[in-house]
Nanobody
Framework: VQLQASGGGLVPAGGSPRLSCVASVGVSSFANMGWYRQAPGKQREFVAIIRSDDTYTYTDSRFTISRDNAKNTVYLQMNNLRPEDTAVYYC?????????WGQGTQVTVSS
């Protein structure tokens, strides 16, 4: 199983990029999929998760997680970004047996 994250880059403060995570298997095969982030010098932290029943949890109302089963893709819509949102964003999947991580995509928010 592979997870490929994309959509990061240099974003101005207030910007609204959307990150994508494409899975090599159907996203519906995961019990849940989520996004985490790691800022320089900090521990990786939870951002959002979507479960197989389409319920979701997120830490910040500026972020929205969704999925497209037909495209094997989970998205993270980020709105009104701030410089403190600068981090590497990682996609994560859990299929009840193990956890899978994508390679991460860098999001840099300029002030």
């Amino acid at each position: 199983v592979q997870l490929q994250a994309s959509g990061g880059g240099l974003v101005p403060a207030g910007g609204s990029p959307r990150l994508s995570c494409v899975a090599s298997v159907g996203v519906s095969s995961f019990a849940n999929m989520g996004w985490y982030r790691q800022a320089p010098g900090k521990q990786r932290e939870f951002v959002a998760i979507i479960r197989s029943d389409d319920t979701y949890t997120y830490t910040d109302s500026r972020f929205t997680i969704s999925r497209d089963n037909a495209k094997n893709t989970v998205y993270l819509q980020m709105n009104n970004l701030r410089p403190e949102d600068t981090a590497v964003y990682y996609c994560r999947g859990f299929d009840l047996r193990r956890v899978y991580w994508g390679q991460g995509t860098q999001v840099t928010v300029s002030s």
